[in-house]
Nanobody, 121 residues
């Protein structure tokens, strides 16, 4: 199993910045893709950004140029630097990792508990 601990959410004014962190732990053999999703009230969960083990990244159009995803493979941690935040970025942000663990033949997706990000003046 994999445990994910997220941190860094909070309340910020429009135009401000936040940095989210997500640390993975457990019987991890390998982490493949690491990602951030978000879910706003009344909306479906959507992909914000992901990063492969080799470092290639993918972003939702709505956050391109404002958000940056990165990872620390040595510490099994993924980050999301969010700049120029807008009220429409308000959501619960979830960390997701695709990982192979001891005792399982295939990789699985694991989710964090979510961290609230509120952008408001």
């Amino acid at each position: 199993q994999v445990q994910l601990v997220e941190s860094g959410g909070g309340l910020v004014q429009p135009g401000g910045s936040l940095r989210l962190s997500c640390a993975a732990s457990g019987s991890i053999v390998r982490i493949n893709v690491m990602a951030w999703y978000r879910q706003a009230p009344g909306k479906e969960r959507e992909l914000v950004a992901n990063i492969a083990s080799g470092g290639s990244t993918n972003y939702a159009d709505s956050v391109k140029g404002r958000f940056t995803i990165s990872r620390d493979n040595a510490n099994n941690t993924v980050y999301l630097q969010m700049n120029s935040l807008k009220p429409e970025d308000t959501a619960i942000y979830f960390c997701n990792v695709n990982s192979k663990v001891v005792g399982r033949f295939v990789s699985q997706n694991y989710w964090g508990q979510g961290t609230q990000v509120t952008v408001s003046s």
